[in-house]
């Protein structure tokens, strides 16, 4: 399929041909089995990623990294999700949400611990926001860290969180104070006294990206595994919002990929009435729909990308870009078993894959209802309405 040039420069290229090739020969053989078997394939993938520098992008080439900007990692993120939306969706979670946030917020010492093991893909980074009754309402979370002597103690849950089963190194918010200027990050290492992963979580989609519950049972963390200032964790966790968001999209638009991937050669090739079904005006029609769905989503989400390494993003625009991605993938998925009528509903094509994998970020990273919300009252307050 021939592909907009979208001028991202030699960068994001160069990560984009090297992604490609990699998700194209390690991970898409990969893929059917890692849904059917619900497999994280972390010794198949995870190190062989960190050879690429792929989960490194955003961090600085002195901490190991390789000093590019969220541009190239939504590149890669795309390339990998259109193989794997779960591997897409681990690797989200691994290299933005864990790895970026130690970038941007850890202490000398604690880059130097953690962040080696982490790119190198030999350990498996998680990050803990969420709580059976806090997912949009984050400051409500319950988990609780009590001062001690030369640290914190920990008691509470954490819920759904990916990569849980497997991670080694997590960045976790908890209580340290009331409301939300008594929050504090720690980072948490799986062999903590008190600390254990709960139940694994079934579900409908991105199967094989593991999600699971965490639980802190009197969990002792010392003073040097706090990250950034105490009670001041809803800042940490604000800020990296819009670029979790920024990035996770590019899921999004893999998954969109991955379906014009498969329906292109099929409306070419399946015949009915004596001719392909490509050649009838409304499955031509169809397909328009779905390539500039996922063009229009790029567009938005390759200018926020930019914009978030320019220091020019703005809230409401990493919640647009993600919401317009989410929503587009999973119309463009449903399109796509629609394209491939009986063949699309069953297991013998991805395509029925693709569409429940697509409907997770309409949910995560905070759902369209919460994206919409924020947009709607950031737009309003930054342009009040005019007196008449």
């Not at 969706?89 to 970026?100: D, P, R, T």
């Not at 803990?128 to 949009?136: D, L």
């Not at 640290?151 to 089963?165: H, Q, R, S």
């Not at 697509?358 to 709607?376: P, S, V």
Request: proline share 3%; glycine share 10%; net charge negative.
């Amino acid at each position: 399929m021939a592909e907009m040039d979208f001028a991202l420069g030699d960068n994001a290229e160069m990560i984009r041909d090297t992604t490609r090739r990699f998700a194209t020969d390690k991970i898409a053989p990969l893929a059917a089995k890692i849904d059917a078997d619900d497999w994280f394939p972390r010794n198949e993938l995870w190190p062989a990623m960190g050879e690429l520098g792929l989960h490194g992008i955003t961090v600085a080439e002195e901490d190991g990294g390789l000093g590019l900007g969220y541009l190239e990692h939504v590149v890669a993120q795309e390339e990998v999700a259109r193989a794997s939306a779960s591997i897409g969706l681990s690797y989200g979670a691994h290299s933005n949400l864990c790895v970026n946030q130690i970038r941007r917020w850890a202490s000398a010492e604690q880059k130097a611990k953690y962040l080696p093991k982490l790119i190198s893909g030999e350990h498996v980074g998680s990050l803990a926001m969420s709580e059976a009754n806090a997912g949009s309402d984050v400051v409500s979370m319950k988990l609780r860290a009590e001062k001690v002597q030369g640290g914190y103690v920990l008691n509470g849950t954490k819920f759904w969180i990916t990569n849980a089963p497997y991670a080694d190194t997590l960045v976790v918010y908890a209580k340290t104070g009331e409301g939300s200027r008594g929050i504090t990050t720690f980072l948490i290492e799986k062999d903590m006294s008190g600390f254990a992963i709960g139940q694994k979580i079934d579900k409908m989609g991105m199967r094989g990206s593991p999600t699971a519950e965490l639980v802190f049972t009197d969990c002792e963390v010392p003073d040097e595994n706090v990250m950034g200032p105490v009670n001041g964790g809803v800042g940490v966790l604000m800020s990296g919002l819009d670029y979790e968001r920024t990035v996770l999209a590019g899921i999004q638009l893999g998954v969109m990929q991955a379906c014009l991937d498969v329906v292109l050669p099929y409306v070419r090739e399946r015949q009915q009435f004596g001719q392909p079904i490509g050649a009838f005006q409304l499955m031509q029609a169809k397909i328009a729909d779905m390539y500039v769905a996922l063009n229009s989503a790029r567009a938005y989400v390759y200018a926020v990308a930019q914009a978030c390494d320019a220091g020019k993003t703005t809230r409401f625009d990493a919640a647009g870009a993600i919401l317009l991605a989410s929503e587009s993938a999973f119309k463009v998925a449903g399109e796509a078993v629609q394209a491939l009528g009986g063949a699309g509903y069953t297991k013998d094509w991805p395509v029925e894959r693709f569409l429940r994998d697509a409907k997770l970020l309409d949910i995560g990273a905070g759902t369209n209802e919460i994206r919409r919300m924020l947009i709607g009252r950031e737009l309003i307050g930054h342009n009040p309405p005019v007196a008449q």
